[in-house]
């Protein structure tokens, strides 16, 4: 493969109760072009990952929107995939190029969550899920506390184990001047914090953001701050959880990433840091599970322990950014997030939370309880 | 390029009261399938074409949801660009093999829209066009009057000429046994029926439709059905009609079918028969002109005249399958039923309505009111 990040662009996340869509995706893609040095009319094709507008805003059609309001005048997309939108269309973008139709693309992922009523954004989250689980009201918290009670049961995990979860990701995101929560917390935070959905509680959950992200991705290698993307690979399994063969992991991970190391030509052992999918802590441990960077039914042990926590070498840092846990999990704009703190890492532009020395980096994003699953290995 | 459609599958078009888009995506992917030889196990990749579903039914994961409804379990990813939702998906579908991460892949283009309320669609449609139109209480009719009225005052278009289109795409569409009306209409009848948006009559409108279609590709040449895409181009403009330098063309479109006839080597002349995006009467005549087949200002006279009729040689036949207006309109269907009535054509197996020796198609699918548009050259 042969395709650069050239450029990246975010917004701060949060309840950003006065910014619009447009001027978050504004911020977001124009920061990323500026950061390339690429001219706004090299770009030629526009990728935009978004759920909700739609289902909330009764607002389709966001490429040919974007494309106008950002001034791009360009081809334009939106791609669909629940909460993996971002990393579908950052493959989208990078498979454009790679066909030779386009040189230089940006990839925008966005979404306003806040601007409805939280048993509204609830209901739409829900349309990531099966027909079954919809009509027999399950909610996506309903859903990851019946994984975690699986896994609980197989592995042992504890309650603690998946605190300690949000607790590294709140340090993280403290270091992070853009994510949706700066407080750090404590075991006891969460397990005292108001029960979800048991064995889940508010803590153990990522919240409800407003914000965008954006790449700009060209084939130009010779681009000084580019770091590359060396594998991007997706693989799905049923929408709902009654199709699965297993409870205690998500196979669209396992088989993403599997395809990932091989297209990368790297294994877990040569990555330095990862962005997972943690909507909910026990999300995180299945991911670091099933990439392989822990052993099955031992990371929620290894988590309370400090590992994957920045700082606590040798081995990879999990969600230096703060994860969709303490960063925020805007859900368009989450994928194409995690493109982007790596490549900040890569670059070694984060500051406190800076993973040192770092040379590999991997991105991991899920769409509903498992369905979709998009790995990508960047390389500085 | 070297993509080939190896296999297309379709349902009936119409009010299909009893089916469901589950059903009709597998009915369609069936048979695409079927038809390509391909094995079901040498599918990689799934792009699914549709607009409403998140809108109206609250149902987004798409990809992920077809890929396990028909037993594909491979990537899968959903696109959205209103109306040219299918187009956009084709394209994605060829920029994923050309780009080298698919051999094969299934574009779906599935609509279900007669579940809901007149007024509801009417409301998701107008997702498709700008913020401004929507709080403005426009409708794609009323937008496309408006296109109309330019029209008839700049060129002297009449709605007698407008009215001609109807009454071609209805004859095709008799020949046709998918298409959701089969009953040949006169101008007449288009004048004396109700209007909706003067000067838009209710049979100058595309209807509401039900329907499903389906391609395989693949970059397999040897296939002996196969037909070849040969030019894949896409371009966007303002969302909104307030935005547009003129309303007498989409410049959309003429810089899509540009593009595209450069990428294939092929100009106008050479082009046997086109499938165009007639959602309004008015706009199958901007169309033809936009995409340089017709001059600007003269189609409404031509279409009078019988040009781009079936049996009337020489030139290009418009609409064999009777279009959006004859054959129907399931949104994110429209553009994928495009390229499968272009490989019928180029197949030779059209029947009744075979454009006789067609080599050449075209098919031309728009987002809005012209705010996306999509052309692709087929060749066989």
């Known amino acids: 493969m042969n395709i650069t990040v050239a450029g990246i662009g975010i917004t701060k996340f949060g309840e950003l109760w006065s910014a619009s869509p447009r001027s978050l995706a504004k911020i977001a893609v124009e920061m990323a072009i500026a950061d390339s040095g690429v ?13 909700l507008a739609g289902m909330l805003g009764m607002q389709g059609h966001l490429g040919a929107l974007f494309s106008e309001e950002l001034g791009l005048s360009v081809p334009a997309y939106t791609v669909e995939g629940a909460c993996a939108s971002g990393g579908l269309a950052v493959q989208a973008g990078v498979m454009s190029i790679l066909s030779g139709q386009y040189d230089t693309v ?11 009523k939280p048993e509204e954004v609830s209901s739409a989250l829900m349309g990531a899920g099966s027909n079954e689980e919809r009509l027999a009201g399950a909610t996506f918290p309903g859903l990851y506390a019946m994984l975690a009670r699986a896994h609980m049961e197989k592995f042992g995990t504890t309650e603690k184990q998946m605190a300690a979860v949000a607790v590294k990701n709140h340090f993280h995101a403290s270091l992070n001047p853009n994510a949706q929560y700066k407080n750090t917390i404590t075991v006891d935070h969460v397990l005292r914090s108001s029960c979800i ?23 130009d290698t010779k ?4 770091v590359h993307i060396i594998a991007s690979q997706i693989a799905t399994d049923t929408l709902g959880l009654a199709g699965r063969k297993s409870l205690t992991e998500l196979s669209a991970t396992k088989q993403a990433a599997q395809h990932a190391f091989i297209q990368a030509g790297v294994g877990q052992k040569d990555i330095h840091l990862a962005e997972v999918h943690d909507c909910f802590t026990i999300a995180e441990i299945l991911a670091i ?9 031992e990371v929620g042990r290894e988590m309370e322990h400090g590992t994957y926590t920045l700082g606590t070498a040798p081995g ?16 368009g704009a989450t994928g194409v997030k995690q493109i982007v703190e790596i490549t900040s890492q890569l670059r070694g532009t984060c500051g406190k939370r800076q993973v040192h020395d770092a040379k590999i ?9 498992g369905a979709t699953a998009v790995v990508h290995i960047l390389q500085k």
Chains 1, 2 share one sequence.
């Open 39 to 51: 001219e706004k009319k090299s770009i030629q094709g526009l990728f935009v990952a978004n759920m």
């Open 106 to 116: 940006v990839v925008l992922g966005v979404e306003k969550m806040t601007d409805h």
């Open 223 to 226: 681009n000084k701050k580019g």
């Open 316 to 331: 990879v840092v999990v969600n230096s950014s703060g994860g969709l846990k303490g960063c925020g999990h805007p859900i």
């Open 361 to 369: 980096g991997l991105a991991h994003n899920v769409g509903g309880s």
């Open 197 to 219: 959905a048991d064995p889940l509680k508010l803590l153990d959950c990522s919240p409800v953001t407003d914000g965008a992200a954006a790449i700009v991705l060209t084939k």
């Open 289 to 297: 599970e099933d990439i392989g960077f822990g052993k099955k039914g």
